[in-house]
Nanobody, 123 residues
Framework: VQLQASGGGLVQAGGSLRLSCVAS????????MGWFRQAPGKEREFVAV????????HYADSVKGRFTISRDNGRNTAYLHMDNVKPEDTAVHFC?????????????????WGQGTQVTVSS
């Protein structure tokens, strides 16, 4: 499956962004979809994950209550809605997909990755 992330940009602290991840090659309906991010000089870190049906989501503590992950299997797309963004959210944001269930926060569990979209939050 090929993933294409988009929607990043420059936003002021307290603002909102919606990232999109469009899949091609096969349907995402059977896959767990995750969002990760990587700031300069730091390791890639888990942000949020959603199961195949959209009925179960998990978030990193740093974004809980501010970000919302969702998916539209009919559009083969996953989303990350970012509210009340902070300067520390500045990073390249990646979407990723994996099969199965269970553990979800480790980058090594995801075989398929999008190219990343830059989010920059100004203070």
């Amino acid at each position: 499956v090929q993933l294409q992330a988009s929607g990043g940009g420059l936003v002021q602290a307290g603002g909102s962004l919606r990232l999109s991840c469009v899949a091609s090659g096969r349907t995402i309906s059977g896959y767990v979809m995750g969002w990760f991010r990587q700031a300069p000089g730091k390791e890639r870190e888990f942000v949020a994950v959603i199961n195949w049906s959209g009925g179960s989501t998990h978030y990193a503590d740093s974004v809980k209550g501010r970000f919302t992950i969702s998916r539209d299997n009919g559009r083969n797309t996953a989303y990350l809605h970012m509210d009340n963004v902070k300067p520390e959210d500045t990073a390249v944001h990646f979407c990723a997909a994996k099969g199965g269930s269970g553990s979800f926060s480790d980058v090594d569990l995801y075989p398929w990755w999008g190219q990343g979209t830059q989010v920059t939050v100004s203070s």
